[in-house]
Structure formats: C-alpha cells, structure tokens
C-alpha cells in the first residue's frame, strides 16, 4: 500500500482538482484558521464569515436597544417559521412545514409521539435503528412507553423486511453517525408507506451533506441538526419537518404556547396553530436562531447537488490517499466504498484510534474519535478543499510512521 513514489502525484492530483473546482472560493465565506484542516463538520460545523457581525447587531441594537420592541420589529417572533423555510431546500421541503428550534432530542420527541398518534390505532410496534446515535434510542424508548409502542431494534439496510402490518412508526439515521453508511431514504420510506406505518428520519449526518428529498420521496416526519453540516454554530436549534398532508392531524406532545393559533390570546385551552408552527414549543433561542439565519447565507447560489458530487470526489481521494499513505493493515475503512451507500464522512477502524486521534489533532488535521476504535473524518464540501485531503491522508501516514 504505502508508495512514497505516489506522494508528489497525489499533491499535484490535489492541486488541479482544487483549481477545476467550483466551490473552491466557496472557502472564503468561512472563518477558518489558517494551517488547519478541518474534518470535523458532521460534529461542529465551520463559522461562516457573516455571523459574528449579525450576531453583534443581533445584541446591541435588537436586544440593546430596540428591546421587547423586537419581537415584532425584528421579526423574532416568526423567526422559526422564517429560518425553517429557508433550510427547506436544502432538505427538499416546499416551504411551510418545517420549524426551527429546540434540539435533536427534543423534536424527536414530539416526532415519535406525533408518529404514534397519526398511525392507523392498534398497532404495537415502532421500530428503531439499532446503531442509532444513543439520544434517538433513548428518546424512542421513552415514546414508545409512553404511547403503548413496543421498540424493536431494526438494521435500516434490511429494516423493510421487519415493516408490516402492526408496524406504528419507524424511526431511522439517513446517515450513520459512526460508520458514515448512507441508508435508502427513498426505498424504506416506500416500504413503510405501503403497510401504512409513519417514518421519522433522522437527518442530522445527511441535511447539508447530500440531497435529502423529504417531499419527493413522501416522508411524513423529520427532524436534524443545525450545528454540522449547516453550520449553524454550537447549539444552534435543530428542525421538524411535518410534511403537509400531517399537519392537520399532527397532535404535538409539548402543545406550547408558542405553537398555539392565538398564542397572544392566552386563553387557558389550546388549539393547535395551523401548519408546521404547530410544532413549536416555548420562546425561542434567538441569539443562536438568528446565527443560523445569517450561518445560512453560506448556501447562496449552491445547490445541494453541486454539494454532493464534490463530497464524493473529496471522500473517493481521501481513500485513495489513505490506500497510499497509511501502511498496510493499519486501518480498514468501515464506511461503504460504494456511493450509493456513503454520506460525507469517512470512518475508519484502527487499534488506538483514540491516542492516533489526538496526535493528528495536534499536527493540524481535526476529526474525531468514536468508541472503540473508529476515526471519523467528516468532508463539508462549502469550505474543504482536496489539498486538505491529501494533507490528512499524508499526516495520518506519518503518524503510523
Ligand atoms: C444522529 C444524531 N441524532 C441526534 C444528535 C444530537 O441531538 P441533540 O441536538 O439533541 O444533541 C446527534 C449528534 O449530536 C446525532 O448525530
Ligand atoms: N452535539 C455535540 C455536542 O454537543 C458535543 C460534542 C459532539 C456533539 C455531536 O454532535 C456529536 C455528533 N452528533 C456525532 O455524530 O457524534
């Protein structure tokens, strides 16, 4: 494998790919430091130029000065709707059914109780993602109880063969945090319509990283972060989606006062709002909504498509790179060589994963480390060039000497 006569081709490779590339200049809407490649954007995203001025009027004028006036002047008050509508597109959403705000966890939550209420009554199973990041298995338990569900644990590559007729709700990864396998959003959701069962997605590895599809593809519920791919910023507020034909009926177990029709009326019953808004909770996080606001800005005139096919190109040189670089045996890629089956990140297994992880931090390169021994590197195509792929992909090399 390892082939010092392959590094100064591998460079020059990187060189001309990153000239031939489109987003290249796309690098410049972020604030990265200099010297460092950043692999870790399906944990915490990149700042994105914009946001520290927003931000900064965001506090001195709208809050400083104009005050409790903002609500309506500032437009806070329709700021979950507003921001939903526009990360719609990028998750393939028409507007008016996703709202921003509160995290993952929490949406989750009023997803899969939302779920269970709008399956056909009598079932009794919702199944889950068995390799699922550990807050959904958490969460769904806990909705499961709580609606009479029983949980069974599926493997989403064969999870269509456990759907039937008892099946209530199915709550799957588009992505998988840790193996990086991309999971057939539009095949299972077809499956789980066709025995009348309610799909939650879980989107949060995929929304920004590749097309998502949410109307084409006919998913009921979704819900995902802001703080990867999106780069909303740490803690920026995660999304439901409640795909139109839902709405009506979508019955939220945390009905706020934020989601009411006349939310201003403080009536003490409720009734519901019309639309997505029916699935906000309490005030919203403004300081961080109005980052991922501006954090969007980043997308201006970039399709998700163009996404994609750079993130290919980008996680196909860094194996490459790797198969060149890193001696035999030392590591062996656990995310799918094909692409029909890869997100944006690459995971690879290796004996002390967790030490080698700390010694690429410290030469410069960031990714992470998930237990027991799996390396990630996340490739966010808006600000990483193939540059800093071969970079990685040498810097690991050295690091196995
Ligand atoms: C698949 C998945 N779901 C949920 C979460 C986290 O949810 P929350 O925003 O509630 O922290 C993460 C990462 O943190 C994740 O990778
Ligand atoms: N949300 C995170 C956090 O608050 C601290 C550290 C990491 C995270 C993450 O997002 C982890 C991420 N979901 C993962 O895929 O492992």
């Known amino acids: 494998m390892s082939d010092a006569a392959a590094l100064p081709a591998l460079r020059q490779r990187a060189a001309h790919l990153d000239t031939t590339d489109d987003l290249a200049k796309l690098r410049d809407r972020f604030a990265l430091p200099e010297g460092l490649v950043y692999l870790d954007g399906n944990s915490l995203g990149a700042l994105p130029a914009g946001v520290a001025a927003v931000t900064a009027d965001v506090v001195h004028r709208q809050w400083g000065e104009l005050l409790i ?178 709405q009506a009926a979508f019955d939220s177990p945390l009905p706020g006062w934020n989601g009411h029709a006349e939310p201003f009326a403080m009536t003490p019953g409720y009734t519901p709002a019309d639309g997505a808004v029916r699935g906000r909770v309490g005030t919203p996080d403004i300081l961080s909504m109005l980052a991922l606001e501006a954090a969007l800005d980043a997308w201006d005139g970039v399709s998700v498509e163009q996404v994609r096919a750079k993130s290919l190109a980008l996680t196909d040189f860094f194996l490459e790179c790797v198969a060149a670089y890193v001696p035999e045996g030392k590591v062996q890629a656990v995310t799918p060589a094909e692409h029909a089956h890869r997100g944006s990140q690459v995971s690879l297994r290796a004996e002390n994963a967790a030490e080698i992880m700390r010694e690429l931090i410290a030469r410069g390169v960031v990714g992470d480390f998930r237990a027991p021994d799996v390396l990630r590197f996340g490739f966010t195509p808006l600000y990483v060039g193939f540059a800093d792929v071969e970079r990685a992909a040498r810097t690991l090399g050295h690091v196995f000497g």
């Open 69 to 246: 006036r903002s609500w309506d002047e500032s437009n806070w008050w329709t700021a979950p709707e507003r921001i939903g509508d526009k990360l719609s597109p990028l998750i393939g959403a028409a507007p008016g059914q996703t709202v921003v705000g509160d995290s993952t966890s929490v949406n989750l939550f009023k997803a899969l109780v939302g779920a269970a209420r709008l399956a056909p009554p009598g079932r009794t199973r919702m199944l889950v993602d068995a390799n699922t990041f550990p807050t959904d298995g958490y969460i769904a338990a806990s909705a499961a109880r709580m609606t009479g569900l029983r949980v069974v644990p599926v493997d989403p590559a064969t999870a269509a063969e456990e759907m039937d007729e008892d099946t209530a709700v199915v709550l799957l990864n588009h992505v998988d945090y840790r193996t990086g396998r991309l999971h057939d959003l539009p095949a299972l959701t077809r499956a789980a319509r066709a025995t009348g069962a309610i799909t939650v997605w879980d989107l949060c590895h995929s929304a920004g990283a590749l097309p998502v599809g949410l109307d084409e593809h006919q998913v009921d519920l979704a819900v995902g972060c802001t703080y990867k791919y999106l780069n909303g910023g740490p803690g920026s507020p995660a999304y439901l989606y409640i795909a139109a034909r839902h």
